[in-house]
């Protein structure tokens, strides 16, 4: 048993993946959740599934005797959930998160706490879904699945190595890396992408308000836009707390749609064949890597 009492502060579909996830690997003997007055429904179902023993609306019962912490909001409340946690913050008990972003969060505890404390370590799962509520949650959500800690020099070793194992135990494979690379790295292929398929489908709803083009959208549209179906406070507070690498990336490929744009007009069939090969090839290469 790695933990004797697990509190899980917001019991959404990662949240409750965890939950799910660690008991059935056997990782913690008694697992609660913790929510606002506005949450009870959701808890009162999460308890209902089996996926947690028990919830509190006020932190500190839900803290007591806890010696794990898994922080699940959304990325903008993590600060708020910090201040809550300050007054029983306790040497006997890790704290952990699973927030899409690492510099924003770093930086929220830092401003709580002064410096960021050893027994915090930043993490995010790099797996999910458009679905949110712990109806969604999933035991085996982080099978083979990758897990980014982000820890500090102060970060406590023995800290850091408990929720690594803890993860390794759920099936996930850790990586480590500063929070500023994470940062980076998941804008590009995570934060990038699913802008992209807000601001498409944006666009599209806006011109076509009786929806004329989504009765005839098929499979390519459906593959494409999946992701919008996500979040909005989840994923607004991701673009919020990573506009700097995000931004660029933005321009970039306002670049990228220009040339296209440029090609098109120019009747440049070789160019937009040999863009259009490039890319396909680079994704099969993505493919590969991911199977080996
Ligand atoms: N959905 C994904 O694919 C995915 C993947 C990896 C990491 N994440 C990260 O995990 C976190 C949770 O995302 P999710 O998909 O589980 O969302 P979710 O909406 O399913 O769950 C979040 C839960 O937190 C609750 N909550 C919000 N503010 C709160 C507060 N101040 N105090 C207590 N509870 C609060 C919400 O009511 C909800 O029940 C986010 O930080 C997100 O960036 C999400
Ligand atoms: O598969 C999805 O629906 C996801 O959005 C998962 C996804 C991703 O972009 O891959 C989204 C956000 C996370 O922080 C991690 C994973």
């Known amino acids: 048993m790695m933990f004797d009492r697990l509190c899980i502060i917001g019991v959404g579909l990662i949240g409750g993946s965890v939950a799910r996830a660690a008991r059935s690997q056997g990782l913690a003997r008694c697992i609660v959740g913790y929510g606002r007055e506005q949450e009870k429904p959701n808890l009162e179902t999460a308890k209902r599934l089996g ?72 993490a995010h ?26 820890p500090l020099p102060q970060t406590e070793p023995s800290a850091l190595n408990k929720i690594q194992v803890f993860w390794e135990r759920m099936g996930a494979q850790v990586s480590v890396m500063s929070a500023d690379h994470h940062d980076a790295v998941l804008a590009a292929t995570s934060h990038l992408p699913h802008l992209l398929a807000f601001a498409l489908v944006d666009m599209l709803g806006r011109q076509d308000e009786q929806c004329e083009i989504f009765k005839y959208a098929a499979g390519g549209f459906r593959d494409f836009t999946r992701i919008a179906s996500s979040d909005p406070t989840m994923w607004r507070d991701i673009c919020a ?24 007009a ?9 863009t259009f090969s490039y890319a396909r090839n680079a994704r099969q290469r993505f493919l590969d890597q991911l199977e080996n």
């Open 51 to 122: 996926v947690i023993d028990e919830y509190f609306l006020d932190i500190g019962p839900a803290l007591r005797e806890a010696d794990g912490v898994v922080i699940a909001v959304p990325v903008g409340a993590i600060e708020s959930v910090f201040e809550q946690l300050k007054p029983y913050w306790s040497d006997n008990c890790i704290y952990s998160d699973v927030g899409s972003t690492k510099s924003n969060v770093i930086v929220a505890a830092g401003r709580v706490f002064g410096t960021v404390p050893a027994n915090l370590v930043p």
């Open 125 to 150: 799962p790099i797996a999910g879904a458009e679905n949110s509520g712990v109806e969604a949650a999933l035991p085996d959500l982080f099978q083979r699945r990758r897990l980014i800690v982000t």
């Open 241 to 264: 707390a990573n506009k700097e690498q995000l931004i660029p990336l933005l321009h970039q490929l306002k670049t990228e749609l220009d040339k296209i744009e440029q090609l098109l």
């Open 266 to 274: 120019d009747n440049d069939g070789r160019r937009l064949f040999e």
